[in-house]
Nanobody, 124 residues
Framework: QVQLVESGGGWVQPGGSLRLSCAAS????????MGWFRQAPGKEREFVAS????????YYADSVKGRFTITRDNAKNTVYLEMNSLKPADTAVYYC?????????????????WGQGTQVTVSS
């Protein structure tokens, strides 16, 4: 069982930056691949980024590539999403998710545990 708690969301102007954190409970954090997803009002949940168990491999949605960076600190049981050059289109609730097994997936159905989400609003 893994519990995930996101933090770091908020309001930011276009072009600004935010850093999301996701703290995981349990002592087996390093055995999970981790992902970030987001859901805007009236839209389906979409993949943002994922990272493998060691942090050596990451994958990004085309819409965030070059602007967002996913990292993890297994000693702190935490995964991060650094978001730069934010756009109004990035406005959404951002969810952290854990996937059993060590490989990356972009499919939300592959993830077993989810956080409660944190709101990110990008507007002027």
């Amino acid at each position: 069982q893994v519990q995930l708690v996101e933090s770091g969301g908020g309001w930011v102007q276009p072009g600004g930056s935010l850093r999301l954190s996701c703290a995981a409970s349990g002592r087996t954090f390093s055995s999970y691949a981790m992902g970030w997803f987001r859901q805007a009002p009236g839209k389906e949940r979409e993949f943002v980024a994922s990272i493998n168990w060691s942090g050596a491999m990451a994958y990004y949605a085309d819409s965030v590539k070059g602007r967002f960076t996913i990292t993890r600190d297994n000693a702190k049981n935490t995964v991060y999403l650094e978001m730069n050059s934010l756009k109004p289109a990035d406005t959404a609730v951002y969810y952290c998710a854990a996937k059993s097994g060590t490989y990356i997936s972009t499919n939300s159905r592959d993830y077993d545990y989810w956080g409660q989400g944190t709101q990110v609003t990008v507007s002027s």
